[in-house]
């Protein structure tokens, strides 16, 4: 079966053909730079940037899997959650593609897509469902904190998530404070590398919480009153890095401790992690101890496939379609507050 999947939830374009688990290609246009220069991501530019790139980055994919449109089976789409008109882009050209070509059209919901991530692997790439595991998910993503135990293919069931700020969005918003460019979550990382991250010590914010909930929003006011209280600190490189270090630290602690003790609590023997916030050196390295000390197996998503992409959109989509979970119709709607929790297979 072979696939065209387009993805345009937030500010990166990309399209992606899948066939029988294998990537063939995955195209992605990033939007960063364009909305670097206003501190975020600003939705109606996301959209008009969407609309101007999807026809050429669904071409690249096409050309660079060497197949042609009429060769297709399916075309997937993220249907959310995401910004409004940036997922409409995506939908609707999908949709009229599907439409043209009298193939299925496919909905996925972007968190299911990322749940799934961990197990493309390889090179090149293929989706390793058949060593699939019940395991214990963490999703850190630029607007997402989520903790969710995977049953089993296509079953799973959210313990928790942020009860504000998200992870990703924790890392931007102190790194705002600090003065970095958006996205900061990258530089952060970067910055930490030579820091300290016992220099300063900061909240962890629901850490002896019992819930899997998340909340980030108070450690982000306590860097920016420490911020406002040491303002000559941020003249000083290393005490930046140090500053770096000590946020990420806290971060890291929170979701690693948090993953570990939800894993236990369920009994699971494999954790796996995903979204943009996985692309963090001292999240991954966090993670890897926990699990080998507590004897659980780590699948990371693969940097490439962290932050977001169409190609674990077309993976998931080609899975439904052989399980016969496919019920979007051609005209559905974008569901931009679409939560995993009700994302039921
Ligand atoms: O999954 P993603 O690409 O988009 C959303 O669906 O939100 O995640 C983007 C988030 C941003 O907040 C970015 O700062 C963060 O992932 N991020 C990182 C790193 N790379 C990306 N955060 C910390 N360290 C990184 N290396
Ligand atoms: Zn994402």
Redesign the pocket.
């Known amino acids: 079966m072979t696939l065209l999947a387009l993805e345009t ?4 374009t990309s399209a992606a053909v899948v066939r029988d688990g294998k990537i063939l290609s995955n195209a992605v246009s990033s939007q960063i730079q364009l909305h670097a220069e206003y501190g975020g991501v600003v939705p109606e530019l996301a959209a008009r940037e969407h609309l101007k790139n999807l026809l050429p980055v669904a071409r690249t994919a096409l050309r660079e899997a060497n197949v042609l449109v009429e060769q297709l089976d399916a075309v997937a789409a993220t249907q959310g959650p ?1 910004l409004p008109n940036a997922l409409l882009v995506g939908l609707k050209a999908a949709q009229a593609m599907a439409f043209a070509l009298n193939k299925p059209f496919v909905g996925v919901n ?1 968190h299911e897509a ?1 749940l799934y991530s961990p197990w493309i692997t390889g090179n090149p790439p293929r989706a390793d469902f058949a060593n699939f595991q019940p395991n214990l998910s963490l999703i ?5 904190t989520l903790l969710v135990l995977v049953e089993s293919e296509l079953k799973h069931c959210v313990l928790g998530g942020t009860i504000d700020d ?4 924790c ?2 918003k102190t ?1 705002k404070l600090i003065g970095l460019p ?5 530089e ?3 910055l930490a590398e030579q820091g300290n991250a016992k220099a300063f010590n900061f909240p962890r914010p629901l850490l002896h919480d019992a819930s899997d909930d998340f909340s980030f929003s108070g450690l982000k006011t306590s860097v920016r009153y420490f911020i406002r209280d040491h303002p000559a600190l941020l003249d000083d490189p290393q005490k930046v890095r140090d500053l770096c270090a000590s946020v ?1 630290a806290a971060i890291v602690e929170v979701l690693v401790t948090k993953t570990i003790r939800a894993a236990k609590r369920c009994g699971v023997r494999h954790v796996t992690a ?10 991954r390295n966090e993670l890897a101890r926990a699990c080998e000390r507590s004897g659980f197996t780590l699948r990371l998503a693969e940097k490439q496939l ?3 992409n169409a190609a674990m959109i077309g993976i998931l989509a080609e899975r439904k379609l052989l399980n016969g979970l496919v019920t979007a119709e051609l005209d559905s709607e974008i569901k931009p507050g679409w939560m995993l929790a009700d994302c039921v297979n």
């Open positions: 939830s937030c500010d990166e995401g972007h990322h850190v993503s630029g607007g997402h998200a992870a990703g969005e890392f931007d790194g958006y996205p900061a979550g990258p952060i990382d970067r990420q995903s979204g943009g916030v996985t692309c963090n050196r001292a999240l962290c932050t977001d």
